[in-house]
T-cell receptor
Framework: AQSVTQPDIHITVSEGASLELRCNYSYGATPYLFWYVQSPGQGLQLLLKYFSGDTLVQGIKGFEAEFKRSQSSFNLRKPSVHWSDAAEYFCAVGIKAAGNKLTFGGGTRVLVKP | DTEVTQTPKHLVMGMTNKKSLKCEQHMGHRAMYWYKQKAKKPPELMFVYSYEKLSINESVPSRFSPECPNSSLLNLHLHALQPEDSALYLC?????????????FGSGTQLSVL
């Protein structure tokens, strides 16, 4: 079965500093890859997605992610973090062969210091 | 309109009560989902409706009963719940069923079972 691992449970970053969130997946082929963000007490919002093609994808709110097939990774980055980026971030994979279901990673909580 | 609206936002119920959660979208999406999210955990899929028919039930206990009256509405009927059912219940929709689809989430219903 496919799995998604986000190794970092918590990350604290200073406002204005760069941010990188790690995501590794386990599956024989390239799945469809997503990053979602969840602010406290809210639903999830899609930041970006990767299906094929250019391995560097741009998303909303200034985020980007890079797909690395050799490392089975899809890491999320932002060059300069704002206080409003404090939230929970979920990496997810969708696999057609698995009934089109989306599997979420455990999440990474990002805290932003002033 | 790109919103998924969930009501109520908060619900407290006893173990003998019957209540319903409601979800509505007017984006013309043909797939709708119920997720359960415990604190500090990723969402867990409960049910999927596709074209108003139940297509996935993730072995959810019968005390949770979904209903899709039409393509815009999704209900979750609750009866004889247990305290461990306390969680954030999220509704989501996609244009169609598919592993590439972007999920649009509501803000959720925070349920407490006493």
């Amino acid at each position: 079965a496919q799995s998604v691992t986000q190794p970092d449970i918590h990350i604290t970053v200073s406002e204005g500093a760069s941010l990188e969130l790690r995501c590794n997946y386990s599956y024989g082929a390239t799945p469809y890859l997503f990053w979602y963000v969840q602010s406290p007490g809210q639903g999830l919002q899609l930041l970006l997605k990767y299906f094929s093609g250019d391995t560097l994808v741009q998303g909303i709110k200034g985020f980007e992610a890079e797909f690395k097939r050799s490392q089975s990774s899809f890491n999320l980055r932002k060059p300069s973090v704002h206080w409003s980026d404090a939230a929970e971030y979920f990496c997810a994979v969708g696999i057609k062969a698995a009934g089109n279901k989306l599997t979420f990673g455990g999440g990474t909580r990002v805290l932003v210091k002033p | 309109d790109t919103e998924v609206t969930q009501t109520p936002k908060h619900l407290v119920m006893g173990m003998t009560n019957k209540k319903s959660l409601k979800c509505e979208q007017h984006m013309g999406h043909r797939a709708m989902y119920w997720y359960k999210q415990k604190a500090k955990k990723p969402p867990e899929l409960m049910f999927v409706y596709s074209y108003e028919k139940l297509s996935i039930n993730e072995s959810v206990p019968s005390r949770f009963s979904p209903e899709c009256p039409n393509s815009s509405l999704l209900n979750l009927h609750l009866h004889a719940l247990q305290p461990e059912d306390s969680a954030l219940y999220l509704c989501a929709s996609t244009l169609d069923r598919g592993a590439k689809e972007k999920l649009f989430f509501g803000s959720g219903t925070q349920l407490s079972v006493l």
